[in-house]
């Protein structure tokens, strides 16, 4: 009986009908919705099997008496509009020319959602924040719920094929400042200071409790460049300055480094210790 009150009600109100996207956190389930019967809610399984937002094909079927007492999310609840806000994060380093970096994204997202654009009349803007590495450039557009996976891969394709045209903006990346700048380095002759070899001689252990930590990082690099450190080991020294009052020492250059090898647990962090007020490099003893 209780079941078919669940149905009854179901179809009177409306919350859910055929096709719409559907989540539920309390079960840690998403779905497009096949059919609601007098029993049972079947569900498209939207992820579980793969790290996405679309449909698997694997059928989930819902008891409707469960709906009384889980909270249910609706993408679609307007059904003649199921839009949603997306977001796309692009990293670029400071160099890079900041009015083109957002022409690239505004009309990569233009191109791709211009149907969505003409039904809702929102168009892609730009948010943004700085890192220790560059600018994250938030691209915010709307997109039709069903089709976000497959909106943000054609975006994200377009993006990186202009920035792998354009040299007025670059990828920054959490290990290297920038690829085009790596690579100009290794190819210069630097004669503006002392050579890798001299400074990998004096290269020093410092006692990671002793380092003041700077602004705390993001999570997500912090993460990515632990398991880069873990495999590859540390490829440049955290660069530090002493501060021998209170036998401390500050990260001029490293902190997302620093916050990395800590994550992993390690006691010691290999570091450069500038002195003086010229800040030159501290020779071992």
């Not at 083109?100 to 009309?107: F, G, K, Q, S, W």
């Not at 409790?209 to 690099?221: C, H, V, W």
């Not at 209170?246 to 647990?265: T, V």
Request: net charge negative.
């Amino acid at each position: 009986m209780f079941v078919l009150v669940a149905w009854v009600l179901i179809n009177l109100r409306c919350p859910f009908r055929p096709g719409d996207r559907v989540q539920f956190p309390k079960l840690e389930l998403t779905g497009d919705i096949k059919n609601i019967g007098a029993m049972y809610m079947e569900l498209n399984e939207v992820g579980g099997t793969i790290g996405s937002e679309e449909a698997v094909g694997r059928s989930v079927f819902i008891p409707n008496a469960m709906l009384f007492d889980q909270v249910a999310i609706n993408y679609a609840t307007a059904h003649e509009a199921p839009y949603i806000l997306d977001e796309l994060v692009v990293r670029i380093t400071y160099d890079s020319k900041w009015d083109v970096a957002e022409r690239i994204l505004t009309d990569a997202a233009r191109q791709v959602t211009k149907d969505v654009i003409d039904a809702t009349g929102t168009t892609p803007y730009i948010r943004s924040e700085l890192y220790d590495y560059g600018v994250y450039m938030q691209l915010r557009y709307q997109t039709r719920v069903v089709d976000r996976a497959k909106t943000s891969y054609k975006i994200t394709k377009l993006i990186f094929e202009e920035i792998q045209r354009n040299p007025l903006v670059d990828i920054a990346i959490p290990y290297v400042y920038s690829y085009r700048a790596s690579q100009q380095e290794r190819a210069r002759d630097d004669r503006r200071g002392p050579s890798s070899e001299e400074l990998d001689q004096n290269v020093r252990e410092i006692d990671a409790s002793l380092i003041e930590q700077g602004p705390l990082m993001d999570a997500y690099d912090v993460e990515q460049t632990a398991r880069s450190i873990e495999i590859l080991g540390l490829l440049r020294p955290v660069v530090l300055k002493e501060n021998p009052d209170l036998g401390r020492y500050e990260i001029l250059a490293g902190n997302l480094h620093f916050q990395a090898c800590k994550k992993l647990g390690w006691k010691t962090i290999p570091a450069l210790v500038l002195a003086g007020p010229d800040n030159r490099i501290e020779k071992k003893p």
